[in-house]
């Protein structure tokens, strides 16, 4: 099994409120999976609801897809990058309410929150990629 530490120097502001560590590191015998963005596109048609909220929760719902599908779950996150269409401070609150709902066990991966005017489909409101860490 591999060993997954995640960091929050004592002399930096503590993330965890925010749904996110400093730093994370894997070490051990594995491999890394890195995943697309996921977006709150629902199913195979991939429906854009207008609600923010919903667009959080299904995108965390497609990484969580793509994570079991290499026998993963959100505890082997190291990394992810979230991209928000018109962000604010309210949005900020809703991704890190789902968030703490998601990583329940406050063990945040290392994040990056990047505002964007535009993503790629119209109506895309959020996008969410990771780095996850597979032990052998």
């Known amino acids: 099994m591999s ?3 995640y960091k929050n120097p004592k002399v930096l502001f503590d993330p965890t409120p925010f749904a996110f560590a400093h730093s994370a590191t894997a070490s051990g015998n594995g491999s ?3 995943i697309s963005g996921q977006s709150g596109g629902e199913g195979l048609e991939h429906r854009l609801s207008d609600d923010f909220r919903g667009q959080v929760k299904t995108a965390l719902q497609n990484l969580n897809t793509v ?6 779950t959100t505890d082997n ?6 991209l928000i269409v018109d962000h604010d401070q309210d949005k900020l609150k809703i ?18 929150l990047i505002p964007v005017p535009k993503l790629s489909l119209d ?3 959020i996008e969410v990629d990771a780095i996850a860490f597979k032990p052998l």
């Open 77 to 82: 996150v190291l990394k992810i990058t979230i």
């Open 67 to 72: 994570l079991k599908a290499s026998g993963l």
């Open 3 to 5: 060993n997954i530490q």
């Open 95 to 112: 991704w890190t309410e789902e968030m703490h709902k998601v990583w329940a066990k406050d063990h945040f991966p290392a994040s990056t």
């Open 123 to 125: 109506g895309m409101l």
């Open 32 to 34: 890394y999976v890195f």
